[in-house]
């Protein structure tokens, strides 16, 4: 704490000096003025927590400084010590706030007390100072939270609006007397590292900043408002309720200055008239709109309508029909090949150019098509183990950074490189999996060599697998050119003809042994397979022998 001894005399401001235990009350800095004059030039500059003055000086008295104190600086805290026993002092000191008047001599414990006093009241209000300027950084903070939570809420929630506009016009955050508005929607690219990283990659301090921009020009003749929409964190919404028509200038004024602080322009969806605050969710959709279906091939155009593009005679919901094109790039993913894949999407890509309409929605529709067509291209090549594939896929291709259809500037090459790389790591998936399908007919025919004297069925089988029996079925015949019965029948045969060399073998015993349950059964097999009988296969054998 500072303190200021206030005394036309020196002998006194020095006995002040030597009474006071400054260093117990706290008070480590200590000046001194010899009138009220001075010590109004003073205070300013040293800005004391505590004063001691006299009453009676040259050029300024007491009172006069008890007075511009209370006026100027009310925090301060002062203590009166006069040679005077006076009403009318004492009567100011207690008009003023001061908090004790000293006679002179001065006694030490008094002027102590006196002191002790005085600082613990100082001290007990800057805490509540410090607790009250704590509490408006806070509601400094939450407000335009709660202000950007209200305002979002008429986009969002329509039964609302009638609750939401007394509290917005209570807030004083919208006109009372407002009807109608127009709206304009801002769009951030998501993929703008450059200038995230000037942020800290922090989105809320760089939103704090356009937010900031666009509200300097809209609050300067309170004609609107800038606030972020809680359901779209990359997007900025302007409500404007005054000079509607100059919305367009207003907004390249607004771009401007973005472009001064951020070196970006920004693009901009806007919307018609309409009235507050009934027509607001339309007028968003319509912003929204505009943005999405902005025309990318034309540059240097960051103020997009939905009337002018309306105007313009151009379709831009149409545009290439990736259908078109799903056969092509199934053969080149199947191919597993690079120059097919890279060829097919060259192909899709100079389809797009060929047709001049290139807009945002264009390609997050392209996108979701070619993201349903991978997911088709794995479930009806790779089942029944698509689900793992699929799951694989899809964790590999997110780490694929997708270019933003919000890009300031749109580049086909990224997009076509993206696809080129997502459809390559398709493709490679299909091989892979298309090589453990392989394994695994390997695996199923070592069981089957190995189980052949045991009823092995088609259901046992898949089960032991963990796969359909029509994959199964499928896969092992084009194989081996035969299904897995005649198969298993091939190796219980071949078994059989080693078995019947030996004439101590009864034709049952050997039936079982090579897993057929029925003589009958077995020698029907045995015939249709080798022509010939196993009675009358053992018969020539035994000639031979």
């Not at 209370?70 to 026993?85: A, C, L, M, Q, R």
């Amino acid at each position: 704490m500072k303190a200021l001894i206030v005394d036309d005399e020196s002998r006194v401001r020095k006995a002040i000096r030597l009474l006071v235990q400054w260093e117990t009350h706290g008070i480590i800095d200590i000046e001194e003025a010899a009138n009220g004059l001075e010590a109004m030039k003073l205070i300013p500059e040293f800005r004391p927590n505590l004063v001691l003055m006299d009453m009676l000086m040259p050029l300024k008295n007491g009172v006069d400084l008890m007075e511009w104190i209370h006026k100027n600086y009310p925090d301060i805290k002062f203590i009166v010590i006069s040679g005077h026993d006076d009403f009318e002092f004492v009567r100011n000191t207690i008009w003023y706030s001061g908090t004790d008047y000293i006679l002179k001599p001065i006694e030490e414990d008094v002027i102590n007390q006196a002191v002790a006093k005085a600082t613990a009241a100082w001290k007990a209000e800057e805490r509540e100072r410090l607790a009250a300027r704590q509490q408006h950084v806070q509601v400094n903070e939450y407000r335009p939270v709660y202000s950007e939570k209200l305002l979002s809420s008429l986009i969002d929630d329509k039964s609302a609006h009638i609750q939401v506009v007394n509290r917005l016009k209570d807030e004083g955050i919208v006109p009372e007397q407002t009807q109608t508005i127009r709206l304009a929607v801002m769009q951030m690219d998501k993929s703008d590292h450059a200038l995230y990283s000037r942020f800290g990659h922090h989105q809320d301090l760089l939103m704090f900043a356009l937010l900031n921009i666009c509200n300097e020009f809209l609050q300067k003749d309170r004609i609107g408002i800038a606030f972020r929409h809680f359901g779209s964190p990359h997007q900025l919404v302007i409500l404007l309720w005054d000079q509607l028509a100059t919305l367009a200038t207003l907004l390249q004024e607004i771009n401007n200055g973005m472009h001064r602080t951020l070196s970006r322009h920004m693009h901009f969806g806007v919307s018609p008239d309409g009235q507050y605050p009934a027509d607001i969710p339309d007028l968003y959709a319509r912003s929204s709109s505009a943005l999405h279906q902005r025309d990318l091939t034309v540059l240097n155009h960051f103020i997009h309508d939905t009337e002018e593009q309306r105007r313009s005679g151009v379709d831009h919901h149409k545009g290439v029909q990736f259908s078109g094109f799903e056969d092509t790039w199934k053969l080149a993913i199947l191919s597993g090949q690079p120059a097919p894949i890279t060829e097919a999407v060259e192909s899709f890509i100079a389809a797009i150019r060929k047709s001049g309409v290139l807009t945002p929605e264009l390609l997050e529709r392209w996108d979701r098509d070619i993201e349903r067509f991978a997911n088709h291209v794995i479930h009806e090549t790779a089942n029944p183990s698509s689900e793992p594939l699929l799951k694989l896929y899809k964790e590999e291709s997110a780490a694929i950074e997708r270019p933003s259809p919000d890009k300031y500037v749109c580049s086909l090459a990224e997009w076509q490189q993206y696809w080129m790389d997502v459809m390559s790591l398709l493709a490679s998936a299909l091989q892979s999996q298309k090589q453990t399908g392989q394994d695994l007919i390997h695996d199923i025919t070592a069981f089957i060599e190995q189980n052949y004297q045991n009823d092995v069925s088609l259901y046992d089988i898949a089960n032991r697998f963990h796969v359909s029996r029509e994959y199964i079925s499928r896969k092992f015949k084009q194989k081996h050119g035969i299904n897995i019965p005649e198969h298993l029948n091939r190796i219980r045969i071949s078994k059989a003809k080693i078995l019947l060399q030996n004439p101590g073998l009864k034709m049952a015993a050997i039936s079982e042994m090579v897993g057929f349950k029925n003589e009958k059964y077995f020698s029907l097999v045995f015939k249709k397979q080798e022509g010939i009988s196993p009675k009358e296969f053992r018969k020539l054998h035994e000639k031979e022998v």
